[in-house]
C-alpha cells in the first residue's frame, strides 16, 4: 500500500470519528430542543419563533472561522432546525393524544 493510500484511509477515519461526534452533538441539542419544547408549552409559547431562529443562524455564522461559507452554514443550520422543530411538534401532538 503507497503512502497516499494509507493517508486516504487515515483520513477517512479522522472523518469517521468526526461524524461520530457530531452525531452525538446533534442528538444532544435536539434533546435540549426537547427540553425547550417542554418549558415552551408549559408557559403556552409558540414552537416556531422565527426571531430566536436567526438570533441562531446569525451566532454560528459569527463564530464561524471557515472554510466553509456563511451561507453554507445557513443552510446546514436552517436544515437542522426544521428537523428538530418536526420533532418537536411530533412530541407536542403526541403529548396531546
Known sequence: MSD???E???LRKEIDS???EMVKL?????????RIGTVKRRLHLPVYVPEREE??????????????PGEALRHLYERIIDETRRLEQENYVTKLR
Open 4 to 6: 497516499l493510500e494509507k
Open 8 to 10: 486516504l484511509i487515515r
Open 18 to 20: 468526526l461524524d461520530e
Open 26 to 34: 446533534l442528538n444532544k441539542r435536539v434533546d435540549l430542543a426537547h
Open 55 to 68: 438570533q441562531v443562524i446569525q451566532n454560528i455564522q459569527r463564530i464561524n472561522t471557515g472554510p466553509l
